[in-house]
């Protein structure tokens, strides 16, 4: 799958001298749309609107700094994971240390040369697109072998039922194999098998309300139901591919 393109750029920067040299070396020279904030709360408010491939962000700004800036827009679903570049002369080792930490793709350095900027984000960009496509198969590699061993943990939990029932109904026991469920509920949702997980859910209210109520002998129909809908689950999920897979990487 080939890496998104880059196409708009929100750039967040309060000086207008820059604002003008910058814009004009990403929308002439780069090709690339731009959309020129002087603020955060111009940023904040023309974000979802105008839905960035990158966001290039100052650091240093009056009022609402840029990593106050990016916080605020991490909370906007259209911004919520767009890639982040920043456009500072705070290049310290902390400083940069605490960009890395806010997941940014790089930094670039004021004073900045305007013609080598378009060069720059470019090669940013790609470093990007190839880290997200080595993560994507990463995934995509994680989901198969999920799907594969599946069918292994729905044997484990059935035999653990059956050999709780035939032998003691022993609380400890119903609680290990209740949390064994409640993995797999939520691990199941994680890699996009829906069904599984709403199957798994079901069979842990079932040993929830048995564990709470006492009466672990008196329910066996119930728990063959159970255990035979998250089977159906298992064999519909683990033979196909999961019909919303866990989230990839944007970009």
Not at 58 to 65: A, T
Not at 110 to 136: C, D, Y
Not at 207 to 213: D, E, K, N, V
Request: charged content about 25%.
């Amino acid at each position: 799958m080939p890496g998104r393109p880059l196409k708009r750029i929100l750039l967040v920067e309060d000086d207008p001298d820059i604002q003008t040299i910058t814009s004009l070396a990403l929308g002439t020279f780069g090709g690339y749309e731009v959309r020129v904030c002087g603020s955060a709360a111009d940023a904040i408010e023309g974000a979802a609107a105008f839905a960035p491939d990158l966001l290039l962000m100052d650091v240093m700004m009056p009022g609402v700094d840029g990593i106050e800036t990016l916080r605020a827009l991490r909370q906007i679903p259209e911004t919520a994971d767009t890639p982040v570049v920043f456009l500072t002369a705070r290049v310290q080792p902390s400083d940069v240390a605490r960009y890395q930490e806010l997941g940014s793709l790089g930094l670039i350095r004021k004073p900045f040369e305007p013609m080598a900027l378009v060069e720059t984000i470019g090669q940013i960009w790609s470093r990007h697109t190839a880290r997200s496509a080595q993560s994507r198969r990463r995934l995509q590699e994680l989901q198969r072998a999920y799907r594969a061993d599946l069918p292994q943990k729905i044997r484990l939990i059935a035999d653990d039922a059956a050999a709780l029932r035939a032998g003691v109904w022993e609380p400890g026991r119903l609680q290990a194999l209740h949390d064994q469920i409640h993995r797999l509920a939520g691990s199941a949702a994680v890699y996009g098998l829906d069904e599984v997980s709403r199957a798994a859910a079901a069979l842990e209210l079932w040993t929830m309300a048995a564990l709470a109520s006492g009466d672990l002998e008196n329910r066996p129909d119930d728990l063959d139901a159970l255990l035979g809908a998250l089977d159906r689950a298992c064999r519909t999920g683990a033979g196909s591919d999961s019909r919303r897979a866990a989230k990839p990487p944007k970009g």
